[in-house]
């Protein structure tokens, strides 16, 4: 069983900061990518940030956020920066893993925290 447990969503100002943590927990064999999306009330989920040896950003965060991964605790952050009332959303982490060397890859979700940016 793979758990993705994130953290670090609330409330916040217009041009403030947050930084969010997921932490993929459970049987765990290897983590391909780990990444985070968010959905905003009648809108699609959409990709903010891909882990990566190029990591990946959906245009509208570049500049302002950062993804970064920590492999040794199964963890993989969001730093966000001057954050607009756009980002105003849940924000769900993802990652691609296997639970065993003799099982396919299977893709995880988290089970999403609140990122709110309102003055």
């Known amino acids: 069983q793979v758990q993705l447990v994130e953290s670090g969503g609330g409330l916040v100002q217009p041009g403030g900061s947050l930084r969010l943590s997921c932490a993929a927990s459970g049987s765990i064999a290897i983590i391909y990518t780990m990444g985070w999306y968010r959905q905003a009330p009648g809108k699609q989920r959409e990709l903010v940030a891909s882990?990566?040896?190029?990591?990946n950003y959906a245009d509208s965060v570049k500049g302002r956020f950062t993804i970064s991964r920590d492999n040794a605790k199964n963890t993989v952050y969001l730093q966000m920066n001057s954050l607009k009332p756009g980002d105003t959303a849940v924000y769900y982490c993802?990652?691609?893993?296997?639970?065993?060397?003799?099982?396919?890859?299977?893709?995880?979700w988290g089970q999403g925290t609140q990122v709110t940016v309102s003055s």
């Open positions: 882990s990566g040896d190029s990591p």
């Open positions: 993802n990652a691609l893993l296997r639970s065993s060397l003799f099982q396919h890859s299977k893709e995880y």
